[in-house]
């Protein structure tokens, strides 16, 4: 039996999906699960995995900024050869040294600001990954509630064109026997091709879905998988008082704002510490000679106090510390701003849920009528009571209806969703929601 059979770049996902237990045989009929899709993604989304590296440069940055604090060690070596003057062409002409120094910022306003920021940047960059995990996982469900809505819809698809088929033979067979008019045999003719063309929509829907899905795991868009799961309704949770107060208390954003209002403060420290002193310590020992074997050396040990203090730069630190004021009652505004913001997007995704709760509740009691419909319609056509519009138009309402009641499942679905997203619900690494 040939093995070749598979393309160059099948080989990859079988790689990947051979971690969960789907081997090459199976590969065109595998079946993934929701939580399989989510551990898939939440491993090889190049935005998740960005952001994993830019925490990475944010730790290294904060242990850079922090050694900037500790002593420095350096060692020197120089000779210095006079060319003109009355020791020239003497054997001490030539004078070497070597020196080994230990330098010790002890007040460096700026170096200290600079640690502080580069700390707030390292917990920044730890709330955008934590909002990014957010997003990833509020885009997987939104992509998998529509895949298993599609797969529904391709179902339901089918079976309005089994109906619409079985209408073309009752009309045909009831047209062979002089019952009713040929328009009746043409229209359900008609209706039968455009029953095909919706099926064809439905399954182009499943696709694109499977391509999102694809897309946020990092693969082949076109790489084939089936859906293991079902849309399955349950009551949303949360109060909206409750949900109001949490997302104040947990949207990663704000606490980023927070933390820009910080950073700010640490800038403005940063241009303040041009105003102050700076004061070094230095412990210097070195050897001098007037040969390159140092014979005959003088030894010496130093230790020094540096001051520095440039007192005047002709108002350019208080502009810049003017600015930087400006920039934090911007940032003060921006923070009441998202406040406000965030308050209505929890509005805007609590009605959208009471909506579609209430939109399913009509729904199911407006299947079982068009159900009843359809079957009524069926017997008054084979009994000559009702024409052949009506059996279409009750075929039409239950087809309809039947595809409202998936949609609106799976739009209840996506806004509770939706919901755990604006609330800013943390997510572990791999995917889980952490209420």
Same mark, same amino acid.
């Given at each position: ?33 929701? %939580? ?16 994993? %590296? ?79 995990? %957010? ?94 799961? %079902? ?15 949490y997302t104040l208390d947990h949207r990663a954003e704000l606490k980023q704002t927070q933390l820009d209002i910080a950073l700010a403060r640490q800038d403005r420290n940063i241009a303040k510490a041009d105003m102050k002193p700076s004061l070094d310590l230095n412990l210097q020992r070195g050897s001098t000679a007037f040969n390159s074997n140092f014979d005959n050396s003088v030894t010496e040990t130093q230790i020094s106090l540096s ?87 009750a075929q039409d309402l239950l087809t309809q209806t039947r595809t409202n009641h998936i949609q609106a499942l799976g739009q209840f679905l996506t806004a509770k969703a939706e919901l755990d997203y604006v609330l800013g619900v943390p997510v572990d690494s791999r995917g889980q929601l952490r209420p």
């Open positions: 039996m040939k093995s070749a059979g598979l393309a160059p770049m099948t080989f990859i996902p079988l790689i990947v999906l051979s971690g969960f237990g789907l081997s090459g045989p199976a590969l065109g009929s595998a079946k993934l699960s929701f %939580e399989q899709v989510t551990e898939l993604a939440f491993r090889q989304n190049p935005a998740l995995l960005g952001q994993q %590296e830019n925490t990475y440069a944010k730790d290294a940055g904060e242990k850079a900024a922090f050694r900037q604090l500790l002593p420095n060690f350096s060692a020197s070596t120089r000779g210095d050869k006079v060319l003109q003057g009355s020791s020239a062409d003497t054997p001490d002409d030539t004078l070497y040294s070597t020196r080994l120094t230990l330098s010790q910022p002890l007040y460096r306003p700026a170096l200290w600001a600079n640690y502080q920021k580069s700390t707030l940047e390292q917990i920044d960059a730890g709330l955008s990954l934590a909002r990014t995990r %957010e997003q990833l996982l509020f885009d997987l469900k939104t992509a998998w509630y529509q895949l298993l809505t599609a797969q529904l819809l391709v179902a339901e698809s089918r079976e309005s064109l089994d109906r619409l088929r079985q209408h073309q033979k009752n009309a045909e067979h009831m047209y062979a026997n002089a019952l009713i008019w040929s328009n009746d045999v043409l229209q359900a003719k008609v209706r039968v091709s455009s029953g095909r063309q919706d099926l064809l929509v439905s399954k182009n829907n499943v696709l694109d879905a499977k391509r999102r899905l694809n897309v946020l795991m990092d693969r082949e868009i076109t790489f084939a998988f089936e859906a293991r799961g %079902e849309l399955d309704y349950s009551p949303v949770k949360w109060q909206y008082r409750d949900a109001v107060a001051l520095q203090w440039n007192f005047w730069q002709w108002g350019k630190t208080s502009q810049q510390v003017a600015a930087l004021d400006f920039d934090l009652r911007r940032l003060s505004l921006d923070l009441r701003q998202q406040k406000n913001q965030f308050q209505a997007d929890v509005h805007a995704v609590w009605l959208k849920l009471q909506e579609a709760d209430n939109n399913l509740k009509v729904l199911q009691q407006s299947l079982a009528l068009a159900k009843e419909n359809f079957r009524v319609s069926q017997i008054r056509y084979k009994e000559q009571l009702g024409s052949s519009n009506d059996v279409l138009d």
